[in-house]
T-cell receptor, first 111, second 111 residues
Framework: DTAVSQTPKYLVTQMGNDKSIKCEQNLGHDTMYWYKQDSKKFLKIMFSYNNKELIINETVPNRFSPKSPDKAHLNLHINSLELGDSAVYFC??????????FGPGTRLTVT | GDSVTQMEGPVTLSEEAFLTINCTYTATGYPSLFWYVQYPGEGLQLLLKATKADDKGSNKGFEATYRKETTSFHLEKGSVQVSDSAVYFCAVSDPIRKLIWGLGTSLAVNP
């Protein structure tokens, strides 16, 4: 039983394209997150939703738009992809106790 | 603002050696503290946590004690194995349930 799942696991695309990454959690958590991890393993929070409401919106280009259709899903849409968007994107969810549970990641490569 | 400082890696040890990865934090109030582990090609997994001063978190032979007087949460293991090779992240919770992350410490254990 996968707790936090993401699709796709790998995404290779060309500059200028638009792509989406999907995330689902079956833990019953109210809060979900998107993170970007660069090649040096630095982890940067991008967005957080609590019960479908955006609560954290870090300094991220407007080309990135999260969407939460319900509290179990948080998708990430990226417009006009750039080389610098290449990274691993992680979805996570958390309970009231604060610990976060991560998905397996989506490795995005922009060529 | 809140911050986490982790010792820089990479750390290279021989099997059965003693491991310490230092972590100090600055935060207001009484945050929860976490260690996460990321094995190659995988997402982050919660390794252990502590929610109040003097709590000791432990899991898989790893331990860390919440030291409020020194604002530290150092990770230790008495005898590392090759399978412990991974990147280790220290994190502290903030009031809006966001985690503040350290930069990660890469550990390589040689047989």
């Amino acid at each position: 039983d996968t707790a936090v799942s993401q699709t796709p696991k790998y995404l290779v695309t060309q500059m200028g394209n638009d792509k989406s990454i999907k995330c689902e959690q079956n833990l019953g958590h109210d809060t979900m997150y998107w993170y970007k991890q660069d090649s040096k393993k630095f982890l940067k929070i991008m967005f957080s939703y609590n019960n479908k409401e955006l609560i954290i919106n870090e300094t991220v280009p407007n080309r990135f738009s999260p969407k939460s259709p319900d509290k179990a899903h948080l998708n990430l849409h990226i417009n006009s992809l750039e080389l610098g968007d290449s990274a691993v994107y992680f979805c996570a969810s958390s309970s009231d106790r604060g610990e976060q549970y991560f998905g397996p990641g989506t490795r995005l490569t922009v060529t | 603002g809140d911050s986490v400082t982790q010792m820089e890696g990479p750390v290279t040890l021989s099997e059965e050696a003693f491991l310490t990865i230092n972590c100090t934090y600055t935060a207001t109030g009484y945050p929860s503290l976490f260690w996460y582990v990321q094995y190659p090609g995988e997402g982050l997994q919660l390794l252990l946590k502590a929610t109040k001063a003097d709590d000791k978190g432990s899991n898989k032979g790893f331990e860390a004690t919440y030291r409020k007087e020194t604002t530290s949460f150092h990770l230790e293991k008495g005898s590392v194995q090759v399978s412990d090779s991974a990147v280790y992240f220290c994190a502290v919770s903030d009031p809006i349930r966001k985690l503040i992350w350290g930069l990660g410490t890469s550990l390589a254990v040689n047989p």
